[in-house]
């Protein structure tokens, strides 16, 4: 059996996944009874995957937290459990750091995803990584879905429409095609591929 040299990763890794655990406990993946921390898990799968270390691996664990479970106030957590690299990058993976827990809406959807769009074109390496793993593992689990529960009811959990999920993954796609690894474009764009054939044969007349 071969073994590392050096431990890729920490307590502080360790730390993330019990934490992560913790803020998403109540929550399950839209339209579903799975449990949120099995994106997480996933994100941080893929960021190790294709050569990322362990603050990005963190951040993946992480991704979400601030988004969904506290806003601004988590990212400060964050900076003082972890490092501010771990917070930039949260940030970056972030389209909202609105305190939905204590009531606070969101902005519109297109007006969000189009404005991390354009953030996403600028953002380097390391962090480009990190949204590209989480992207992926959306769009993934969206085609997954499909073949499972049918095309109507897994697009009636979201709240844009076929067509803004397309164009949203084919964007995303563009944005961080020259910065992440060539194997893990060629993942995503089969899953893009495979989304865009499944709602233009749902949506055939």
Known sequence: MSTFENPPYDVRY???????AELHADQPRKGTEVPYIS?????????WEYGGDDTQAIAGLLHDAAEDQGGRGILEEIVK???PEVAEIVT???DSLVDTTAGADKADWLARK??????????????????????????????????????????GRFNAGAADQVWFYGAVADAVRATVPDAMMRRFDAAR?????QVALAEEP
């Open 92 to 94: 970056a993976c972030s």
């Open 114 to 155: 189009t404005d991390h769009i354009e953030h996403l074109k600028g953002f380097e390496q390391r962090t480009a990584l990190v949204v590209a793993a989480d992207k992926l593992d959306n769009l993934e689990s969206i085609v997954r879905d499909i073949d499972a529960c049918g095309y109507a009811e897994v697009m």
């Open 39 to 47: 994106h997480l898990l996933r994100v941080s799968a893929t960021i």
């Open 193 to 197: 591929h495979a989304l865009s054939n």
């Open 14 to 20: 360790l730390d993330a996944l019990a934490w992560a």
């Open 81 to 83: 459990r972890y490092d």
